[in-house]
Structure formats: C-alpha cells, structure tokens
C-alpha cells in the first residue's frame, strides 16, 4: 500500500508565501510523474503543477512565475512553493504521484489534501 501523506498548507494573507510538501511511503520501487492538484469551492479539480522523472516540469498558466515545483527522489517527497499568493489561490492541495509497487505496475496515487487558504 502506498500512501502520499502533505503538509504545509495553512491560512496566509495575499502577497504572503507557503511550502507545501508531500511524502510518499510504502512498498515503492519507482515514482515517475509527482505533482500538485487544486479544488476550489464550486470548482473543478485542476493541475497545478507536475514534475515527471524525465521531461520539464509543467506549471498552470496562472501561478506560473509565482510557483515552483521540487523534487528530492531520495525521500519520494514533492515540493510546492508558492510565491505571492493571491486569494484566488484558495483550495485543497492535493498530491499526485504515479507510483510503481512491488509488482511492478503504475498506479496513479492520490493525497488527502491540504487546505491553502489566502486572505485579502
């Protein structure tokens, strides 16, 4: 079984800066893309960033240049900084990572999420 556990987010005000960070734990043998969701109230989940293993990373339009995606392989941990937050930042967090388990398939894995929330 394999887990994404984040953590980071919190209430900020507009202009203001969080880390998130997500953990993946279990039996992995390989991780290929990692990345970050969000949910608004009322909206659909959207991406928001992705790092994949082999490639650029990819970033929504609208938090490019304010928000950076890392990756530290040794830990199967994902970064999210984001930079000059804006209210319209507000949503649920969520992990996402294609993971490879010990038999050898990829599995898309998904994280509980983390609350951002960004006053103006």
């Known amino acids: 079984q394999v887990q994404l556990v984040e953590s980071g987010g919190g209430l900020v005000q507009a202009g203001g800066s969080l880390r998130l960070s997500c953990a993946a734990s279990?039996?992995?043998?390989?991780?290929?893309?990692m990345g970050w969701y969000r949910q608004a109230p009322g909206k659909q989940r959207e991406l928001v960033a992705r790092s994949p293993n082999a490639g650029s990373t990819n970033y929504a339009d609208s938090v490019k240049g304010r928000f950076t995606i890392s990756r530290d392989n040794a830990k199967n941990t994902v970064y999210l900084q984001m930079n000059a937050l804006k209210p319209e930042d507000t949503a649920v967090y969520y992990c996402?990572?294609?993971?490879?388990?010990?038999?050898?398939?990829?599995?898309?894995?998904w994280g509980q999420g983390t609350l951002v929330t960004v006053s103006s």
């Open positions: 279990g039996r992995i043998l390989s991780i290929n893309v």
């Open positions: 996402n990572a294609e993971v490879m388990g010990t038999d050898y398939r990829y599995r898309e894995v």
